[in-house]
Every structure is written in structure tokens, then in C-alpha cells.
């Protein structure tokens, strides 16, 4: 069975410092990987997605991350960051070749700035 | 448009009462999701339907009823609302179609209140 672990509960910087959340996933095989995000009072939208190819991938509002297989890793991270991108952020696998469609969540690391 | 909906935003609820939510999607997706998600804690996948056949996880199978009467709605259902039931639920949705099968859209979710 596959699972995702988000080591940090809570992640707390400075405006316009750079911004880390950490990702270690369990799988056997390769997996689809994805970085959702949820602002407040809102649902989980798609900041990235990685399947296959360069390990780094791009998202919206300079978000990127980096898939490492040798470390079963998928970190996000954003070089300077904003008030807007105080949210929740999940980071979800998905285990092709399973037969399966299910997302596997992570517990969620709440990003915010400090005041 | 890949805007997932859901009403209403906010219920309240007694305890012994049943509760109706509703989801509706316009993009012809073939899978819809209901998720329920606690506070710190993951979303957890409650059932989902792949066109007109329901799948409910088993631990939660009779606690959850759901009907989806064409393609783009579905509803959850909760015949006698406990204390427990408390949380946010989420609707998402996918088109099973290469890749873009492990990706799901999600609505801003209905946040339920038992009393």
C-alpha cells in the first residue's frame, strides 16, 4: 500500500522569504504526484502535477518541485513568497498501473506568514 | 470551465436528522467524488460514482448513501446525522482519460455542523 507523508504540521516565514514544504511518499513503483493547495473557506485546487520526465515541475504562482525517486521525495518550494499564499497544502499521490484511481493525501502542512 | 459546485456552503444539522448535500459538475465528467475531511487530518474518501455505478468504501458503507441522477449532479446522503458527522465535505470530479484520470477537481466543499 502507498502512503504520503508531510513531516512539518506547520511552516511559518517571513514575507518575501523563501518557502520549502517537505513530501516523502511510500510506493513501490513510480508514482503520479500532485501538490494541491487549500486557501481559507475554499476547496483543494491543482498547483502542480509531476508523471514523468524532468524531475522539476512548474506550477502556478511560482510554485515548482522536485521529484526525487531515490529519495521517494516530492518537495515544493517557492522562492519568495506572499501574504496570498497563506493556505493548506497537501501534497496527494496517485499509483498508476494499479487499476486504481485513488488519491492518497497527505496530513496537510498550513503555510503561513509571520505578522 | 473546470468549476466544481457544491450547495449549500454551510449546513446545520440536529443530531438524528437527515442532512442532503449536493454536487454538480458541467465539464461531462465521468467520476464524482465525495470526501470528508476533519480538521489537521486528510481528506478521506467516503464513495464515488464511475458514471451510474456507486462505490462505497467499506468503512464507512452504511453510514453513506448517494444518488446520482445524471451526470452532472450528485448528492450525499446522511440518514441520521451524529455528533461525528461534523466536518467538511468535499466533492470532486475527473474525466477517466489518459493521464488526466489521476487528476481531480475539487469543489469549495459544504461545511456541516451537528448539533
Known amino acids: 500500500a502507498q502512503s504520503v507523508t508531510q513531516p512539518d504540521a506547520r511552516v511559518t516565514v517571513s514575507e518575501g522569504a523563501s518557502l520549502q514544504l517537505r513530501c516523502k511518499y511510500s510506493y513501490s513503483g513510480t508514482p503520479y504526484l500532485f501538490w494541491y493547495v487549500q486557501y481559507p473557506r475554499q476547496g483543494l485546487q491543482l498547483l502542480l502535477k509531476y508523471y514523468s520526465g524532468d524531475p522539476v515541475v512548474q506550477g502556478v504562482n511560482g510554485f515548482e518541485a522536485e521529484f526525487s525517486k531515490s529519495n521517494s521525495s516530492f518537495h515544493l518550494r517557492k522562492a519568495s513568497v506572499h501574504w496570498s499564499d497563506s493556505a493548506v497544502y497537501f501534497c496527494v499521490l496517485s499509483a498508476p498501473g494499479t487499476g486504481s484511481n485513488r488519491l492518497t493525501f497527505g496530513k496537510g502542512t498550513k503555510f503561513s506568514l509571520i505578522p | 470551465d473546470t468549476t466544481v459546485k457544491q450547495n449549500p456552503r454551510y449546513k446545520l444539522a440536529r443530531v438524528g436528522k437527515p442532512v442532503n448535500l449536493i454536487c454538480s459538475q458541467t465539464?461531462?465528467?465521468?467520476?464524482m467524488y465525495w470526501y470528508q475531511k476533519k480538521p489537521n487530518q486528510a481528506p478521506k474518501l467516503l464513495l464515488f460514482?464511475?458514471?451510474?455505478?456507486?462505490?462505497r468504501e467499506a468503512d464507512t458503507f452504511e453510514k453513506f448513501q448517494s444518488s446520482r441522477p445524471n451526470n452532472s449532479f450528485c448528492s450525499l446522503y446522511i440518514g441520521s446525522a451524529g455528533l461525528e458527522y461534523s466536518a467538511m465535505y468535499l466533492c470532486a470530479s475527473r474525466i477517466n482519460r489518459g493521464r488526466s484520470s489521476y487528476e481531480q477537481y475539487f469543489g469549495p466543499g459544504t461545511r456541516l455542523t451537528v448539533l
Open positions: 465539464m461531462n465528467h465521468d467520476t
Open positions: 460514482y464511475y458514471d451510474k455505478i456507486l462505490n
